[in-house]
């Protein structure tokens, strides 16, 4: 039950994010992440919905700690220390 709720609310939070509702997206990714601290694709989308630079650089190094190879958070910390092209 737990893994299909966390499920529901990575799916609805992407969802979220992707039609421009930050808030909501934040509250659904955060449920996840804090059921499940070793979610990576939910710590990966927290990071574009939190607003704050540290946090988003928080939910990136925390994709990283999970997999080091993450590309998408590799760029996404290049992008907040002004390395990305």
């Known amino acids: 039950m737990v ?8 799916y609805a939070g992407a969802l979220a994010l992707t039609m421009g509702d930050r808030l909501r997206a934040r509250e659904l990714l ?8 070793t979610n990576e694709e939910g ?4 990071s574009g ?14 994709v990283l700690t999970l997999n080091p190879h993450n590309q998408h958070a590799l760029y996404g910390i290049a992008v907040l220390e ?4």
């Not at 710590?43 to 927290?46: E, G, R």
């Open 43 to 46: 710590w990966l989308w927290l």
């Open 82 to 85: 002004g390395r990305a092209r």
């Open 30 to 37: 955060l449920q996840v992440v804090e059921r499940d601290d």
């Open 3 to 10: 893994e299909t709720e966390v499920a529901g609310w990575l």
């Open 49 to 62: 919905a939190v607003d704050d630079p540290e946090d988003q650089r928080t939910a990136l190094e925390n």
